[in-house]
C-alpha cells in the first residue's frame, strides 16, 4: 500500500442489508461517499506536497519529511478511529460526516496557513522546520486517516465478513483517488491551479460531510441489527451456518503475525513505488503529470486488487486455500514487481511511455489485495473488528513510511536500482516463505514450495542483469534506442539520475542538462552566454549560481577576471563525481573561489537571507519540467530582489518560455532578453560592449587563453559573439539576438504571469 493509497484508502461494491442500500439498490450508499472522499484526498496529497516543496524545498530530504508527516499523521488517524469505533452506540456514520466537515474546514484555508506556517519558519533549523511541516499535514491526515476505521467497523456490523468489508471500503476510496490523480493530471491542476484545486476538494469534503449528516439526522440511524448471517463466537470458538461460507480464522494467522506482515508488506509495497517512480519520472523526462499519472496507475491496481479481494473474501471458505492464496498473492505482486522495471524499458522502445502505466498498475492490483485478504484471515467480524482493523492499518503505514525512508533515502544512495529492486523482490519472497510457516501444509508441500520460491529467488538475481541492461539508454531514445549506443556515465544518487553520452552530452533526470565545454571557439553548449556576464554588469564580485548541472558554465564564471567569489547550490550531489572525472572543469573543485553548497536553490535562498550578490545566474532546466516554476514564478524573483547588491541583475534561463520572460519584466523594472536568458534589476541595465570585449580580450580558464588572437579562426569567433550588440530587437536567423524590456511587453502582453499557484507551464506539457 503507497503513501498515496494510505492517504485515500478504501471501498467500492459489497453486498450488505436493506436498511443500508437505500437509493442504490444493492450497493450500500456510504460507499459513495467514501469512493468521492478519496477523490479530494489525493488533490489534497498532489497540491499540499507541491506547496510544501515550494515552502521548503525538492531536495531529497523535504521530500522525504513531508511524504513520512503524510504517513505518520494517517497512520494515527487509524488509531483514533479505531478507539472511536470500539463505542457501538456511537453513530458511526455521523462521525464520518463530521470528520468530512473539518477536512473541509482545513481545506479551505489549508494553503494561506502554509504560507503563514512559512513565514514563521523562515531561516529556522531543520528541525524546527520539519515539527511545523509536520503539523502542518498532521491535522488533516489524523482526520483522513480515521475514516476507514470508522466505517470499517460500521460496515461489519451488518456483513459479519471483515474481508469484503475491508477489501471493498479500501477499494472505493482508492478508486476515487486513483481518478483524482488522473483528472489533476490531465486538466485540474492546468485548470485550476492550486488554490482552486485545494477549493474544489474541500468543497467536496464539504458536500459529503454534510449529506451524511443530512442523511443521519432524518433517518435516525445509530446502529443496525446485521441480517441473519454467520455468526462466530471467537472466545467459544463455535461456528454456525453462513451463507457466505465458512473460514476458521481460529486457526489461521495469528493477530501479532498479521500485524508484522503489514508491516513488511506496506515497506516492499512503497519501495517499489519509489523505484517505479525513478523510472518513469526519468522515462518523462521529468513532467509534472508523471507523478500523478504513475500514482493514477497504482491506486486503480490497488483499487482493483481490493475489489477482487472483496470478492475473494465472500466464495473462499477453507482456511487452508485462503492461506495458500494470501501467499500466492504475496509472491506473484513481488515477482511482477521486480518486472514492471524491464517491462516498461522495452514498451517506451516500442510503443508508448503511457503504456507502461499497465505493468505498473497489475503489479499495484496484487500488492492492493494483501491488506484486505490479511484482515479477512487475522480478524473475527466483532465489535472490535474496526479497532483491530486501525492497527493493521497503522503497521502496514509505519512500514510504509520505512519503505519510503530507507529506500528513497538509504537504499538509493547506496545501490543502483536493479540492486534496490532485487532488494525488495527478496524481501517479498522472503514474507511469502515466512508466510508458509503458517500455512498448516504438509512436511512435502512445504518443502516442494520452499524450494520453488528459493529457486525463484536464485532466478531473479541471475536474469537481472540481461533484463536491466542499457535501461536509461532505453528510457532516454525511445524508438530511437540502439543496442550499440550506451552512455560513458551513469549515476544514480536519491535525487535522480545523472547520464552522459560518450559526446560530453549531460542529461540529468532524463533530459537534457548541458555539455562538459568552456570552449568560446568551440562553442556546443551556448556557453557564449556565460562568458556575456560583463555586458550588462559593470564588476560582477560576488555571484551566486543556482544550478551546477556539467559546471561548464561554473567553471567560465569563476574563471571570470572580475568575480571574486562563486556560492554555488545544487540539489544533485552527483554531479560532483561526474566534474571530478572530467579534466576540463575538475580545477572547478580545487578553486579557492568556489563554494559549493548541497540544497534546493529556493531553500538556500531563504535560509541564508542575509547574502547579497551582484549577479545570480541560473542556467536551469526547462520551463515545463515538474517544479520549474519554483525558479521563474513571481514570487521567487521577489525573493531573489531582495538578495541582490544595487544595480545587481539576475540572469537566468527562461527556455523559450513567454511567460517566463513576461514574470521577470513584471516582477522588476528594467530588463532584457540575452537569447533564450532573462537579466532583469531593479536599476537600468549598464550595457556596454566595449567592457565586454575588453574582459573577453583577457579572459583565461585554467591559465589558457579564451582566445588565441595569433589565429584566424579565433579573431573570426570574437567577432561574431561582439556581433550580438548589435542585434537588440532585430530578429537574425541562427544568431543569438537581444530584446529590450519594451519590447518583450509588446509581444507578451498575452501572457499570463507566473506564480506558485498557477505552476506557468508544467502542467500543460504533454
Known amino acids: 500500500m503507497s503513501a498515496s493509497a494510505a492517504a485515500t484508502l ?32 489525493l488533490l489534497y496529497q498532489i497540491v499540499w506536497q507541491r506547496a510544501l516543496f515550494t515552502l521548503y524545498g525538492v531536495n531529497i530530504e523535504s521530500v522525504t519529511m513531508v511524504v513520512t508527516a503524510f504517513m505518520l499523521g494517517l497512520g494515527l488517524g487509524s488509531l483514533m478511529g479505531g478507539a472511536i469505533s470500539r463505542y457501538q452506540q456511537l453513530p458511526l456514520l455521523g462521525i464520518f460526516g463530521f470528520v468530512e466537515l473539518l477536512i473541509a474546514t482545513y481545506g479551505f484555508f489549508s494553503l494561506r496557513v502554509f504560507h503563514w506556517a512559512a513565514n514563521f519558519t523562515a531561516g529556522s533549523a531543520t528541525f524546527k522546520t520539519g515539527l511545523v511541516a509536520f503539523a502542518l499535514v498532521a491535522i488533516p491526515t489524523v482526520l483522513m486517516g480515521s475514516t476507514l476505521p470508522i466505517l470499517v467497523s460500521y460496515t461489519v456490523r451488518l456483513s459479519r465478513n471483515v474481508g469484503t468489508s475491508v477489501g471493498a471500503l479500501y477499494a472505493a476510496n482508492t478508486l476515487g483517488s486513483a481518478a483524482a490523480c488522473f483528472c489533476a493530471g490531465l486538466f485540474l491542476m492546468r485548470w485550476l491551479g492550486e488554490s482552486r484545486t485545494v477549493g474544489l476538494a474541500a468543497s467536496l469534503n ?54 508484522v506482515t503489514a508491516a513488511v508488506a506496506g515497506f516492499i509495497s512503497l519501495g517499489y513505488e519509489i523505484v517505479w517512480y525513478h523510472l518513469f519520472s526519468f522515462t518523462t523526462g521529468g513532467l509534472a503529470k508523471s507523478f500523478a499519472f504513475l500514482l493514477g496507475a497504482y491506486l486503480l491496481g490497488i483499487g482493483t486488487g481490493s475489489t477482487v479481494s472483496n470478492r475473494i473474501c465472500k466464495k473462499i471458505a477453507g482456511l487452508r486455500s485462503f492461506s495458500r492464496l494470501l501467499i500466492g498473492t504475496v509472491l506473484a505482486a513481488n515477482l511482477l514487481g521486480f518486472l514492471v522495471g524491464p517491462i516498461l524499458f522495452n514498451l517506451v522502445v516500442h510503443v508508448s511511455y503511457l503504456w507502461a502505466l499497465m505493468p505498473i498498475g497489475v503489479a499495484a492490483a496484487c500488492l492492493g489485495a494483501v491488506f484486505p485478504l490479511l484482515c479477512h484471515i487475522s480478524i473475527p467480524p466483532d465489535e472490535r473488528a ?12 509505519v512500514g510504509s513510511a520505512l519503505g519510503s525512508y530507507l529506500t528513497g533515502f538509504v537504499l538509493m544512495d547506496m545501490l543502483p536500482l536493479r540492486q534496490v529492486s532485487i532488494v525488495l523482490t527478496l524481501l517479498g519472497l522472503g514474507l511469502g516463505l515466512a508466510l508458509m510457516l503458517n500455512a498448516h501444509l504438509g512436511r512435502i508441500s512445504f518443502i516442494v514450495s520452499a524450494v520453488v520460491v528459493l529457486a525463484a529467488a536464485l532466478l531473479v538475481v541471475q536474469i537481472s542483469g540481461p533484463l536491466f541492461r542499457g535501461m536509461y539508454e532505453k528510457m532516454l531514445m525511445k524508438e530511437k534506442y540502439r ?9 544514480e544518487t536519491k535525487s535522480g539520475v545523472i547520464a552522459v553520452t560518450h559526446t560530453g552530452m549531460v542529461f540529468g533526470g532524463g533530459v537534457y542538462d548541458g555539455c562538459f565545454n568552456t570552449s568560446l571557439v568551440k562553442d556546443t553548449n551556448g556557453i557564449q552566454r556565460a562568458f556575456a556576464l560583463s555586458y550588462f554588469h559593470p564588476n560582477p564580485r560576488e555571484v551566486l549560481m543556482i544550478g551546477l548541472s556539467s559546471g561548464s558554465w561554473a567553471q567560465v564564471i569563476a574563471n571570470h577576471p572580475q568575480v571574486e567569489h562563486l556560492t554555488i547550490v545544487e540539489i544533485n550531489p552527483g554531479y560532483i563525481g561526474l566534474i571530478q572525472r572530467n579534466p576540463e572543469v575538475a580545477s572547478l573543485l580545487q578553486n579557492p573561489k568556489v563554494h559549493i553548497d548541497i540544497d534546493d ?8 537571507a542575509g547574502r547579497k550578490f551582484d549577479a545570480i545566474v541560473m542556467n536551469t532546466t526547462f520551463n515545463w519540467r515538474s517544479n520549474a516554476s519554483n525558479l521563474l ?5 521577489e525573493l531573489i530582489r531582495h538578495h541582490l547588491n544595487p544595480g545587481g541583475v539576475q540572469f537566468y534561463n527562461t527556455t523559450e518560455s513567454d ?7 513584471r516582477v522588476f523594472p528594467f530588463g532584457m532578453r540575452l537569447a533564450n536568458f532573462m537579466v532583469v534589476s531593479d536599476a537600468p541595465l549598464q550595457l556596454n560592449e566595449k567592457r565586454w570585449l575588453e574582459v573577453l580580450s583577457h579572459y583565461t580558464v585554467d591559465g589558457k587563453p579564451v582566445f588565441d588572437f595569433s ?20 530578429d537574425v536567423p541562427g544568431s543569438w539576438t537581444l530584446e529590450s524590456a519594451a519590447h518583450i511587453r509588446a509581444r507578451t502582453a498575452h501572457a499570463r504571469t507566473i506564480t506558485d499557484d498557477n505552476m506557468g507551464t508544467e502542467w500543460l506539457q504533454k
Open 10 to 41: 478504501a471501498p467500492i461494491i459489497s453486498k450488505s442489508s436493506p436498511q443500508g442500500t437505500s437509493f442504490l439498490g444493492s450497493v450500500p450508499w456510504w460507499y459513495l461517499f467514501f469512493f468521492v472522499s478519496g477523490f479530494p484526498a
Open 206 to 259: 464539504a458536500v459529503v460531510g454534510a449529506t451524511v449528516l443530512v442523511w443521519q439526522l432524518v433517518s435516525r440511524e445509530r446502529q443496525f441489527e446485521g441480517p441473519e448471517t454467520e455468526a462466530v463466537d471467537f472466545q467459544k470458538g463455535v461456528r454456525t451456518k453462513n451463507e457466505e461460507g465458512e473460514l476458521d480464522r481460529a486457526a489461521g494467522i495469528s493477530f501479532a503475525a498479521a500485524v
Open 386 to 397: 474496526g479497532s483491530r482493523m486501525s492497527y493493521l492499518y497503522l503497521s502496514n503505514i
Open 483 to 491: 543496442a550499440d549506443v550506451g552512455f560513458r556515465n551513469v549515476v
Open 601 to 608: 536553490g529556493r531553500r538556500w535562498l531563504v535560509r541564508n
Open 633 to 637: 514564478s513571481s514570487e521567487f524573483l
Open 659 to 665: 511567460e517566463a520572460m513576461a514574470t521577470g519584466i
Open 711 to 730: 589565429q584566424e579562426e579565433y579573431r573570426r569567433r570574437l567577432l561574431e559573439v561582439m556581433a550580438m550588440t548589435t542585434t537588440m530587437d532585430h
